[in-house]
């Protein structure tokens, strides 16, 4: 009898399912139906139908977008509480609404609300869609191009164009409307995730080549233990490291030194010559910069401790590490806005003037902030800087809460660097919560990496060394996940 029951069982499945693909034969989304349907990440209703041409809740939109995003590594399983009053863990939408939540790829119609059975516009899925592939455009004309641009509403101009720029998102008819407005159907959605998906492979694959340490981290190495830290480095693509300080004063003294022979800096230094890497040199770092730094004397103080440093090192090592030794680091965040727009370049222009004999480049370490006027400010930080197209501003701290502002950050550093000619723009990933020391899941990193990607020239680890390395993570999983993503591989699932 249980065989009978079966038999009957498998045969109704079958018969569904040839029903479900003969409801997309002769659709104009057929190839990617089917596919879908293949892999299991869309199904039929109750009664066995597909309806390619229905329109879309926003709970199911979440569903398609969560269950493809989950298939292909973009992000994890999320067993997290629904921030939402109408999203509840007895609903089947309750984990892909959790999901995209907190991976800041969809938000609710309010703070409270998601309004799961609400309809899922145009604009909407092509925000949701390009922020799960970390795809912005900030300076695009694309959108105007269609008769309704103006449609667009302003939350959603970055990501309808970072679509339409890159032929994942059309428009309808000879006209070529967008219909920003308009529900979106399953047949759209899922067409439009699946063009994102595959674009995001072949194109969006981007990779840290730059890692940033602490020097204490190091200060109890031998040559060999080390060598195997650089050899992972080197495994990992790693062509550039940073050191965020060499020395840490207080109160105009210096209390702790890694300039010494065989101190980290000298280790570090030794390690990349031997394995083909560049090295920038931090010099002196106070925690009092985030509250003497207005104080002109207390900069004109740290200036002088620098100085020595500088002079102290390239003596030391200057000749000794030639091909590895290749530039200067300022360790001091920079941050456009407020009163600090006023000192801060003539402060950085200082520093570069104090190294200009060494005749290495300075890199300079910034923090974003969501300043109305961004650009203005950090142009204005950027022409007394007189940094030039050999310097580097280096974006710190890219992770976090804001990640969904992060693009729109970034280009407007990016265009202010455009218009001072300091052409090199690099991004560092940070690599913990910020919170605590965990590290973050891979599928998070590459998101912040592809939305970085497009502006700079080279993306870093804060710190690959402390959070991927296996000698100081203590376990390979965190280094092998991210070596698998460079091979092509799956991204952190």
């Known amino acids: 009898m249980k065989k009978i029951i079966a038999i009957i069982c498998a045969f109704a499945l079958t018969v569904t399912s040839f029903a479900a693909f003969a409801q997309t034969e002769g659709h104009w989304a057929e190839e990617t139906l089917e596919n879908w349907m293949a892999q ?23 569903k398609l977008l969560y269950g493809a995003l989950l298939k292909n590594g973009y992000i994890e399983e999320n067993e997290g509480e629904s921030p939402f009053s109408d999203v509840t863990s007895a609903d089947w939408f309750f984990a892909p609404v959790c999901a995209l939540y907190q991976n800041r790829i969809m938000t609710g119609t309010t703070a ?31 959108v105007s191009e ?11 101009e970055p990501y309808v164009a970072a679509l339409t720029e890159r032929g994942i998102m059309t428009g309808y008819g000879q006209n070529a409307s967008l219909m920003p407005k ?41 040559d060999q233990r080390l060598s195997m830290h650089f050899d992972s480095l080197k495994e990992a693509g790693m062509t550039d490291i940073v050191i965020d300080w060499c020395c840490v004063t207080t109160l105009g003294t210096v209390i702790e030194d890694h300039t010494g022979e065989n101190g980290a800096v000298e280790l570090i230094l030794k390690q990349a010559q031997q394995h083909g890497m560049r090295v920038y040199v931090g010099l002196n770092f106070s925690e009092e910069w985030w509250s003497q730094s207005e104080d002109e004397t207390w900069r004109s103080e740290q200036l002088e401790i620098a100085r020595e440093q500088a002079r102290k090192l390239y003596e030391a090592y200057g000749e000794k590490y030639s091909d590895a030794f290749y530039g200067w680091f300022f360790p001091w965040t920079v941050y456009a806005g407020g009163d ?11 520093y570069k003037a104090m190294l200009e004999n060494t005749g290495k480049p ?13 650009v203005r400010d950090w142009k204005k930080i950027l022409e007394k800087s007189a940094l030039d197209e050999n310097d580097v501003i280096c974006l710190r701290d890219l992770q976090g809460e804001r990640i969904n502002e992060m693009g729109g950050l970034i280009a407007a550093v990016y265009e202010a660097a ?15 919560d910020g919170e605590t020391p965990n590290t973050l899941a891979l599928s998070s990193v590459i998101r912040s990496m592809r939305i970085a990607a497009p502006y700079v020239d080279k993306i870093g680890g804060d710190s690959y060394s402390a959070h991927f390395c296996p000698d100081m993570k203590r376990t390979q999983e965190h280094h092998e996940q991210y070596l698998s993503y460079l091979n092509g591989g799956d991204k952190g699932e």
Request: glycine share 6%.
């Open 40 to 62: 299991g990440l869309i199904s039929g209703y109750a009664d066995g139908s597909v309806m390619p041409d229905r329109e879309v809740t926003r709970a199911e939109f979440a």
């Open 112 to 142: 409270q609300t998601f309004e799961p059975s609400g309809k899922m516009t145009r604009e909407a899925a092509a925000t949701a869609i390009a922020r799960a592939i970390g795809a912005e455009e900030h300076f695009s004309n694309k």
């Open 146 to 156: 269609y008769s309704d641009a103006d449609d667009v509403a302003s939350y959603a």
């Open 182 to 222: 308009k529900t979106i159907t399953r047949a759209e959605a899922v067409t439009l995730i699946d063009r994102a998906l595959r674009f995001a492979d072949k194109n969006m694959r981007p990779n840290m080549t730059a890692n940033f340490v602490d020097p204490f981290k190091f200060e109890n190495y031998s």
């Open 340 to 350: 600090m727009s006023d000192w801060a370049g003539e402060f950085i222009g200082d």
């Open 362 to 374: 300075m890199m300079v370490s910034a923090v974003l902030t969501g300043s109305e006027h961004a």
């Open 418 to 432: 455009q218009q001072t000619g300091c052409s090199k723009l690099w991004a560092v990933i940070s690599l913990c």
